[in-house]
């Protein structure tokens, strides 16, 4: 089982770009994640999808959209990059809504410049 | 502000001692769960423990968790290299809506 794929692995952006950052899982669990990484900031939640067809805002969901496109894969569009959008961004899965473990991808690396 | 905080923020040991991390969180909670980071990579899952629970075990670490304090440590025994990570807590909120909300970890050195 390949888990939590994340493409791409890291991405060089300039200001304005848009770009989507594509998350797959193979394990049919129910609820998908998209955090973001920054230094001394730990995991900041940006969207998520409790159940296929339905997605919310988590912490800071301003710049970003995103799709679940089926139940495997979940996907996180910038619409026009930002500098402050440098970070690296982790795509999560879990079975159950509730009271179950995250799995995470690696992570994409993504700088704006 | 963070629901959860990691202690400390740092923490070098030397292997074969016992490493403790502490996590404080600010409102009630369903379940709080820890993560290990290896550089470059990401989170996985390490326990689980629920409100009602006081103390789990799984291999060489033990978590306890004190409602009444809100806080919770973990303890990692007879350290390896290999435990050189960093560890985040997250908690989950009654009625959050199935989301998860992170520390800012905390990282450990295991000097061999």
């Known amino acids: 089982n390949a888990g939590v794929t994340q493409t791409p692995k890291f991405q060089v952006l300039k200001t304005g770009q848009s770009m989507t950052l594509q998350c797959a899982q193979d394990?049919?669990?129910?609820?998908m994640y998209w955090y973001r990484q920054d230094p001394g900031m730990g995991l900041r939640l940006i969207y998520y999808s409790a159940s296929e067809g339905t997605t919310d805002k988590g912490e800071v969901p301003n710049g970003y959209n995103v799709s679940r496109l089926n139940k495997r894969e979940f996907s996180l569009r910038l619409e026009s990059a930002a500098p402050s959008q440098t970070s690296v961004y982790f795509c999560a899965s879990r079975r159950d809504r509730v009271e179950s473990p995250l799995h995470f991808g690696n992570g994409t690396r993504l700088t704006v410049t | 502000s963070q629901q959860g905080e990691e202690d400390p923020q740092a923490l070098s040991i030397q292997e074969g001692e016992n490493a403790t991390m502490n996590c404080s969180y600010k409102t009630s909670i369903n379940n709080l769960q820890w993560y290990r980071q290896n550089s470059g990579r990401g989170l996985v899952h390490l326990i689980l423990?629920?409100?009602?629970?006081r103390e789990k075990h799984s291999g060489r670490l033990r978590v306890t968790l004190d409602t009444s304090k809100k806080s919770s440590s973990l303890l990692i025994t007879a350290s390896r290299a290999a435990d050189t990570a960093s560890y985040f807590c997250?908690?989950?909120?009654?009625?959050?809506?199935?989301?998860?909300?992170f520390g800012k970890g905390i990282t450990l050195s295991v000097r061999p």
């Open positions: 997250a908690t989950e909120i009654p009625g959050a809506n199935s989301k998860l909300t």
């Open positions: 423990i629920r409100s009602n629970e």
């Open positions: 394990m049919n669990h129910n609820s």
